[in-house]
């Protein structure tokens, strides 16, 4: 598996920015730091300098060496950055008019969700799921969708961000001639993305999924080639940049993990269940995917929360599928004003989705025996990474 990793080009540059991370936050090392810039551009000049003292050789051919000089200055900058962002907790990137903009919108379409005739919990349920606005979310609420191992839908994630691309490509997809407006539906694409992103509240996990996505969707536009496991590493590397203290983020942990787990064991859990038939392979699929995720972020789950559940087996194809309809028909049930034909029908569907999400995590959340209590240490739980 390292060697696997390693050959992606973004991977290293990482795990050196996180090993910055690590020893800024553990031993406060910034004051020493520029250490770390002093041997890095002492040792480019002289490499530089003997480079041209040696004929015929080429002033990168020391491909080591200058490997240590670049570790040495991404050193330098995470400890830096690290150290910026510990001295001010949030940075903001955009302007506050963008954010108080999203915010109106975002109270806007709460009051759609208010319209709804069903129970105050299932319209937090649907704010939550939608627009990631958990404020109203009662802690009974969140408790019966951990215990059936279907809390990650009540957090904006990659699975939501992606449910929104693939009805927006599903969209761009009737165009007639789209291929002609691939860099039009690319830039589109990528602003409907973010402002969704922007729209849930900016949270770790959905800024993961919109870097992730973005990734994707360039190197598809211009490179036609994009690898999972160096697309989540660049994305992991531009959030860090960004924020460095995301790497503490509960969210960016388990997101991050269960992503990678996804590509790693996803493949190889389907390879005993391959099927051409569509009515099996779409459900294997969900199961492979919710199993490959739950493998990776179970000893993350019982050291933070100290339990586990049993039960995401058998609530990950009806939830899976639920989700699947219900973010795209009450996105557009909530952009649409009420006079529009046909905006009672998406109501009372969304009406009878969230009915039915709702009614399954609760009848799955009774079983007693569903969930496993355990305490695992920081180092039991890195010990079990590692087997």
Aim: a positive charge; hydrophobic letters at 50%.
């Amino acid at each position: 598996m390292l060697k696997m990793l390693l050959k992606r080009p973004m991977v290293r540059p990482l795990l050196v920015w996180i090993t910055g991370i690590l020893l800024q936050t553990s031993c406060q090392i910034e004051p020493y730091s520029v250490l770390f810039l002093i041997f890095s551009l002492t040792g480019i000049l002289f490499s530089w300098y003997s480079a041209g003292k040696q004929s015929g050789k080429s002033l990168f051919s020391g491909r080591a060496i200058w490997g240590i000089h670049l570790v040495l200055l991404l050193l330098f900058l995470s400890v830096q950055f690290t150290c910026l962002h510990q001295k001010r907790q949030e940075i903001n990137l955009l302007p506050a008019g963008v954010f108080l903009q999203a915010e109106n919108i975002r109270d806007k379409a709460l009051s759609s969700i208010e319209k709804l005739a069903v129970p105050d919990d299932q319209k937090a349920v649907l704010a939550t799921i939608t627009l990631g606005y958990r404020q109203a979310l009662p802690k009974e609420v969140r408790n019966r969708f951990a215990l059936t191992g279907t809390a990650h839908i009540l957090a904006v994630s990659g699975m939501h961000v992606a449910i929104a691309y693939g009805f927006l490509s599903f969209v761009f997809a009737l165009f007639p001639l789209k291929h002609k407006l691939s860099f039009l539906i690319y830039l589109l694409s990528l602003c409907l993305i973010w402002a969704y992103v922007l729209l849930t509240g900016y949270t770790p996990s959905a800024v993961r999924a919109g870097c992730m996505i973005s990734l994707y969707l360039t190197g598809r536009e211009w490179v036609k080639h994009t690898d999972g496991y160096n697309t989540l590493a660049a994305a992991a590397f531009c959030m860090l940049v960004v924020r460095p203290l995301y790497l503490f983020d509960i969210g960016f942990q388990l997101s991050f993990i269960a992503v990678f787990f996804i590509l790693y064991l996803e493949p190889l859990l389907k390879i005993p269940l391959q099927t051409k038939n569509p009515l099996f392979s779409i459900p294997v699929t969900w199961i492979t995917i919710a199993c490959a995720a739950q493998a990776g972020v179970t000893l993350l789950s019982i050291y933070y929360f100290g339990y586990t559940t049993l039960l995401f087996i058998f609530t990950a194809i009806p939830v899976s599928l639920l989700i699947t309809f219900l973010l795209p028909v009450s996105l557009i049930w909530m952009v649409l004003p009420e006079w529009v034909p046909g905006c009672h029908f998406l109501q009372q569907g969304v009406e009878w989705l969230l009915h039915s999400l709702c009614e399954i995590t609760d009848r799955f959340s009774r079983i007693e025996s569903g969930h496993v209590l355990i305490r695992l240490s920081r180092g039991e739980v890195i010990a079990g990474y590692l087997i």
